[in-house]
């Protein structure tokens, strides 16, 4: 990654600030851009907490940590395409962690608490439409739904 843990914080903590005064003055929503700065930080910072060494979202498969459904994973190996999708739906993970900050969670509280929920699995084109038609807004510990999960063993 280009920039530091700290730097990544910092950035965060300013996205969120600049986010919630734009809600609060009524000059754009979520939907209109006002969160767009410091979900890209989120995920950024994610990955660089989740995923160390990782300099891409799309190489992901390549971390020891990466998650796939057992359907990508097969249809990896075969070398076909799988998407990379965010377990919990990265705008809704953003406003908690927007919460988290404002609230007065110090750095090494927001660290513990992305490394808890920040979380990216590879899915099939088909498993990503199922689960994207299910819940695409929510944070919910059962979105997977009945996709199973392989990890690598450690």
Same mark, same amino acid.
């Given at each position: 990654m280009k920039f530091t843990t700290?730097?990544?914080? @910092? %950035? *965060? &903590?300013? @996205? @969120?600030? *600049? &986010?919630?005064?734009m809600l @609060?003055?009524?000059?754009?929503?979520?939907? %209109?851009?006002?969160?767009h700065a410091a979900e890209r930080i989120l995920n950024l910072l994610g990955q660089c907490l989740t995923y160390p060494g990782v300099s891409h979202i799309r190489k992901v498969k390549d971390h020891p940590a990466a998650e796939f459904s057992i359907a990508a994973k097969k249809a990896y190996d075969r070398g076909e395409r799988v998407f990379v999708e965010h377990v919990a739906?990265? &705008?809704a993970l953003t406003r908690e962690a927007v919460e988290i900050v404002t609230k007065g969670a110090t750095d090494k509280q927001l660290i513990e608490w992305i490394k808890k929920n920040y979380r990216l699995i590879h899915l099939t084109a088909d498993e990503t439409a199922q689960l994207n038609a299910r819940n695409r807004t929510r944070i919910d510990s059962k979105?997977?739904?009945?996709?199973l999960v392989w990890r690598r063993r450690k």
């Amino acid at each position: 990654m280009k920039f530091t843990t700290r730097e990544y914080i @910092a %950035g *965060f &903590r300013k @996205a @969120a600030a *600049f &986010r919630n005064e734009m809600l @609060a003055k009524g000059i754009l929503n979520d939907n %209109g851009g006002a969160i767009h700065a410091a979900e890209r930080i989120l995920n950024l910072l994610g990955q660089c907490l989740t995923y160390p060494g990782v300099s891409h979202i799309r190489k992901v498969k390549d971390h020891p940590a990466a998650e796939f459904s057992i359907a990508a994973k097969k249809a990896y190996d075969r070398g076909e395409r799988v998407f990379v999708e965010h377990v919990a739906p990265h &705008r809704a993970l953003t406003r908690e962690a927007v919460e988290i900050v404002t609230k007065g969670a110090t750095d090494k509280q927001l660290i513990e608490w992305i490394k808890k929920n920040y979380r990216l699995i590879h899915l099939t084109a088909d498993e990503t439409a199922q689960l994207n038609a299910r819940n695409r807004t929510r944070i919910d510990s059962k979105r997977l739904g009945g996709i199973l999960v392989w990890r690598r063993r450690k």
